[in-house]
């Protein structure tokens, strides 16, 4: 559906700007579906200083590069998680050497608003005082994966395992822990702070995991790629990395 | 003997009629829509009035509008216009559906000669012979009144003419007030010791003028 | 698949079959009266039912959480009344395939109970019958065919429903994963020979209840009338 509102709305774009006669450069970026609000700060910024277009696709990091590899017309695509950069670039499906990490994030444990858990490292959670801990589901949840890697670090995983509830997305993971269905869970930072209805406890220790990076790069089916090039240059920026890190996210 | 007044507001007007039948046939006639069909449906006890009362054989199936019999308990026969036949049960089956004693039934359908359909769907049979269907399944609960709405509308002439003895043949063996809504006049002259017209919400007695 | 865990499809019968069972009854008492009555708001009324059919099953599922779940209303006064939880059980799955389903028998049982005369069941009960008597031996036997339909769609739809069940029942392997779920996950993680084991199967199962139902029903209707 999404695909197909983007789809559109491009066809309706290229119908209204046929008519011009300057005709600006549009970029296609793919970007993961936690990247959206930063995003629509950045292009406001972006579309000021430059003669370019920016379209954006924000969906998860998997569906984006199944998209691609199916041959969607994208110039830029930041993904949520490495490995699914990683297998587009074996496919050949995106150039090598533009390929940079955009930002950063970190894992952390979060809980309703007012709740009594006082945990300050992911080592404090007392099994007894928890009936459900809400996790992304780790083999496609990228949040979900990191979350089995640091609690297997602490060795608190097997314990847990039976208080999970696997969530498709993160923002499921959210909505277990608003709504009190959940009394914990695991999301990004910039996840949580996209939600004023929860609140942080923990901050998972950075040597328990790898570090959470988004890498970006332009595809290799671009047809405009050094726009593209100096699109993905922008996001390096200071002035971009502070929007990012208002939005939760750790700068590079 | 069959005692109606009563009163109740339709779409279009007020149908605020009064009538009385003693064991005899007595026809409603009248334009469509004139509210002929909620009389019946207010003596069967299948609608709600606004006000009046309603009394059989002494017994007040309604009174100030109030309904103090249920429908069922009422022992009202209805023809309906379309026979509203069972369509899932047999001829035989739709009879013994209400029916008191089986010999009684037995015999009205042999009187009528639909005995010999008792196996058949009402699908199966013709309009004449679904007419005395539901006639039968009419008599068969042993009415104390019977409605028959437009009975013989959709027969031919000569299924008419051997339903119309027919009709009269039952009435005189099972002396009750019935109430025939027909549109026809040669057959409401024919069967009816007393006419109605119904117009504009009201009802005439025109039995003398015809 | 080397571990042949079937849990999923013990489950997806057992939500889908109960689901159907429990909408075909509601339904039809539902649709049964409000195809005979007239009372202010019978429009807001339908409209509220057939609600889950317009709705994406996610906002379903929202909604549900918020109801069932453990600070929703009716969830906590099932915790406080008989310490029953809905939420993340396969009760939750139950609840979230009738939801669902509902829409689709309410239709079809409406639709059925509106086809026939409705003389035929006044005659019946001129003849001295019960509302209770009539409605099974008339009413429900005309309106059959109908009503069959609509089991087919519910149990159909109750089998196939991801969204909302995902959402109230949470995915917990061997508790609440049907099998929409096993395949939705499989297909995630790219798992792609276990997702088309699941897929395979619940085509064949799909397929297979609506094939038997149709055959089945126009034997019957066959039988009766035509």
Known sequence: MKKIIVVSLFFIVSLSMSGCNEEKTELQVAAAASLTDAMKEIKTVYEKEHDVDLSFNFAGSGKLAQQIQQGAPVDVFVSANEDWMDRLEQESLIETDTKEDVVGNELVLIAKKGSNFNYSSMEDIDKTELDDIAIGMPESVPAGAYTKQTLQATEQWDDLEDLFIYAKDVRQVLTYVESGNADVGFVYESDAETSDQVEVLATADSVNIDSIVYPGGVTASSTNKSEAEAFLTFLQTEEVQDVLDKYGFVSR | ?210 | MSETNLFPLWLSLRTASISTVIVFIVGIAIAYIMARRTFFGKNALEAFFLLPLVLPPTVVGFGLLYLFGKNGLIGRALAYLFDFQIVFTWYGALIAAIVVSFPLMYQSATAAFGQYDKNIENAALTMGKSRWHVFWTISFPLAWPGLLAGVVLAFARGLGEFGATLMLAGYIPGQTDTIPMAIYFAVEAGDMDKAKYWVILIVILGFAAIYWLNWWSTKRMMKHRR
């Open chain 2, 1 to 210: 003997m069959l005692q109606v007044a009563i009163c109740k507001q339709l779409s279009h007007f007020t149908l605020d009629v009064e009538l009385t039948a003693n064991n005899e046939i007595i026809a409603l006639a009248g334009p469509s829509g004139s509210g002929k069909t909620t009389i019946l449906e207010a003596i069967a006890g299948l609608t709600k009035l606004d006000e009046g009362s309603i009394v059989v054989h002494h017994r007040s199936f309604v009174a100030k509008g109030k309904s103090l019999v249920p429908v069922q308990q009422r022992n009202v026969g209805y023809v309906f216009q379309d026979y509203a036949l069972f369509p899932h049960k047999t001829v035989w089956e739709n009879i013994a559906y209400g029916m008191k004693r089986t010999s009684f039934a037995k015999q009205m359908m042999e009187d009528v000669g639909i005995h010999h359909l008792k196996n058949q769907y009402p699908h199966e049979i013709s309009g004449g012979e679904k007419q005395r269907t539901a006639l039968i399944r009419a008599f068969a609960i042993e009415p104390d009144v019977l409605l028959l709405d437009e009975p013989f509308a959709a027969l031919d002439e000569q299924t008419k003419t051997t339903s119309y003895a027919q009709l009269l043949q039952l009435h005189e063996k099972w002396q009750i007030p019935i109430v025939l809504v027909s549109h026809n006049q040669e057959e409401v002259k024919h069967l009816a010791s007393r006419i109605y017209m119904i117009q504009n919400g009201k009802v005439y007695d025109v039995s003398d003028n015809t």
